[in-house]
T-cell receptor, first 114, second 110 residues
Framework: EAQVTQNPRYLITVTGKKLTVTCSQNMNHEYMSWYRQDPGLGLRQIYYSMNVEVTDKGDVPEGYKVSRKEKRNFPLILESPSPNQTSLYFC?????????????FGNGTRLTVT | DAKTTQPTSMDCAEGRAANLPCNHSTISGNEYVYWYRQIHSQGPQYIIHGLKNNETNEMASLIITEDRKSSTLILPHATLRDTAVYYCIVRNNQGGKLIFGQGTELSVKP
């Protein structure tokens, strides 16, 4: 089954403790991206990757890192999490061409930083 | 990438057509209009997309104005399960940056 898998689904951590949220897709998609969702603010893009070793900032990249060493994986790294990064996070992937490239989203990771 | 503007919320009676508008007045010639919806806090789900022609699939219809500055998503016979937040975005072949905005919260009422 074609899918985007995020792990973990829920994560509670403390300020400053480095964490990684994993994202993996099995559709051989070139494009992958990360979003955070906060009440009243909709979905905001954090980072995106057009292909392996190619990443770029979205609208809210501060406090986050990403890497794209292989096509299927696009982990989101919080080197020193802070309470304002408490949010619902989504990973998504698609083919590279807009004409036939719907985004496929993961089920989300709910992060709480205390 | 162009930004989109949508009403914050809309109501629709069950069984009636739901017409959700989206304004994308700064859209470029190579940008496609995509619609997604999000039920509760699940991952957003793709609905439909188009460039300039009207499109229809098993979920919905997409009507794009001739000048392409706005579009309407039509759910022909809304059900309670269509209650969700609907997002309209534009996307081109070159850019990876996507702006979702806050979407339209559609409430389908019995």
């Amino acid at each position: 089954e074609a899918q985007v898998t995020q792990n973990p689904r829920y994560l509670i951590t403390v300020t400053g403790k480095k964490l990684t949220v994993t994202c993996s897709q099995n559709m051989n998609h070139e494009y992958m991206s990360w979003y955070r969702q906060d009440p009243g603010l909709g979905l905001r893009q954090i980072y995106y990757s057009m292909n392996v070793e190619v990443t770029d900032k979205g609208d809210v990249p501060e406090g986050y890192k990403v890497s794209r060493k292989e096509k299927r994986n696009f982990p989101l790294i919080l080197e020193s999490p802070s309470p304002n990064q408490t949010s619902l996070y989504f990973c998504a992937s698609s083919g590279p061409r807009a004409y036939n490239s719907p985004l496929h989203f993961g089920n989300g990771t709910r992060l709480t930083v205390t | 990438d162009a930004k989109t503007t949508q009403p914050t919320s809309m109501d629709c009676a069950e069984g009636r057509a739901a017409n959700l508008p989206c304004n994308h007045s700064t859209i470029s010639g190579n940008e496609y209009v995509y619609w997604y919806r999000q039920i509760h806090s699940q991952g957003p789900q793709y609905i439909i997309h188009g460039l300039k022609n009207n499109e229809t699939n098993e979920m919905a219809s997409l009507i794009i104005t001739e000048d392409r500055k706005s579009s309407t998503l039509i759910l022909p016979h809304a059900t309670l399960r269509d209650t969700a937040v609907y997002y309209c975005i534009v996307r081109n072949n070159q850019g990876g940056k996507l702006i979702f905005g806050q979407g339209t919260e559609l409430s389908v009422k019995p």
